[in-house]
């Protein structure tokens, strides 16, 4: 049986705030020992409220912040918090909430995706632009954004690139930070849909990040829910939203409002209900 595409054991993260006059420092537990395993080309989610600690596990999984303790494994190999190896680093790749903001605005489309080619791999000019060309096209882009600057495109466009580039140096896994929150419903159908299909054809897998229960109902394979640092439930998708078992999961749920048309009734019928 082949290993685990990612392997996270008794995973801590600690901060300590800075103390002051007659103020002793405090050390803020912001994740509590989190275990799981993911298989190549299924979905994780990991769903709870601001502040539940689920950005602070993407930082800790993506290698760009260490953890206090615990173990990270990557296709099958401990990760040295401390000195993570550049092939290791190109295991895994990021795609944030605001792409704008983790692209640069001074470089072409183009150059933004054949980057991480240059500086990876000894691939020739022409190669690295053939390779972006054929990403762009992957991503529901075309050949006429390859010279466009980040600021000519929509917000929708501009994540497509950011998965574009997410995929160029072909990553076990990559960690979605909440990818559609700043986007349109109808864009984020769009790019939902894309991260299917993208997952199909290449055998991807995610670990998305979200706050949103509709998205992750439509993405997730499972389902782990944090609060205050700690995973409270970890299942799968049917499984946690039919019957979920821990209490903060069941309020968290009972705060979601549905989207089903039926729902929607109930909810106008109710408010049409109270007295004027």
Known sequence: MAAP?????????????????????????????????LEK?????VVGESGCGKSTLARMITLIDPPTSGEILIDGEAVD????????RQKVQIVFQNP??????????????????MLNTKMSAADRRDKAMAMLVKVGLGPEHFNRYPHMFSGGQRQRVAIARALMLNPSFLVLDEPV?????????????????????FGLTYVFISHDLS?????????????????????SRDA???NPQHEYTQTLFAATPRSDVDSIRRRLAAKAAIPA
Do not use: C, W
């Not at 998205?215 to 997730?220: D, N, W």
């Open 41 to 45: 080309g299924k979905t994780l989610a």
């Open 240 to 242: 946690v939203f039919q």
């Open 215 to 235: 998205v992750v109902r439509y993405i997730a394979d499972e389902v782990m829910v944090m609060y205050f640092g700690d995973v409270v439930e970890h299942g």
């Open 81 to 88: 918090a401390r000195h993570v190896t550049h092939q290791m």
């Open 181 to 201: 929150s700043a986007l349109d419903l109808s864009v984020q159908a769009q790019i939902l849909n894309l991260l299917k299909d993208l997952q199909d054809e």
């Open 100 to 117: 704008y903001g983790s692209l640069n605005p001074r470089q072409k489309i183009g150059d933004v995706l054949a980057e991480p080619l």
């Open 5 to 37: 595409v990612l392997e996270v054991r008794n995973l801590k993260r600690d901060y300590v705030s800075s103390g002051g006059f007659l103020r002793p420092a405090k050390v803020v537990h912001a994740v509590k020992g989190v275990n799981f395993t």
